[in-house]
Nanobody, 128 residues
Framework: QVQLVESGGGLVQAGGSLRLSCAAS????????MGWFRQAPGKEREFVAG????????NYPDSLKGRFTISRNNAKNTVYLQMNSLKPEDTAVYYC?????????????????????WGQGTQVTVSS
């Protein structure tokens, strides 16, 4: 049974940083591309970052480039999201997701329906 467990969320002041972690189990982690999404109250789930199986390719929406960094450690079955210069509009529940992609080139996937497995989410609140 695939499990994705996010951690590292919390309350932070604007301008601060947080590092989210997502620990995966029940899957061959290195065969999955991974992604982070977020969802604020009353809004649709939004793509935040994606990373290839090996970690050598990443993908971000233009609005978040330079502030957010995704990385992974395949030996630890963990994907991370480093968030810097946080703003109140970054407040949301953050989810990690896994996309089965055992072969081939990395295909950045920004749509939530492309990911088969999801964590339960971790709340990030940025105060002004």
């Amino acid at each position: 049974q695939v499990q994705l467990v996010e951690s590292g969320g919390g309350l932070v002041q604007a301008g601060g940083s947080l590092r989210l972690s997502c620990a995966a189990s029940g899957l061959t982690f290195s065969m999955y591309s991974m992604g982070w999404f977020r969802q604020a109250p009353g809004k649709e789930r939004e793509f935040v970052a994606g990373i290839s199986r090996s970690g050598d390719e990443t993908n971000y929406p233009d609005s978040l480039k330079g502030r957010f960094t995704i990385s992974r450690n395949n030996a630890k079955n963990t994907v991370y999201l480093q968030m810097n210069s946080l703003k109140p509009e970054d407040t949301a529940v953050y989810y990690c997701a896994a996309d089965w992609a055992p072969v081939g080139d990395y295909v950045p996937r920004t749509a939530s329906y492309a990911y088969e497995n999801w964590g339960q989410g971790t709340q990030v609140t940025v105060s002004s």
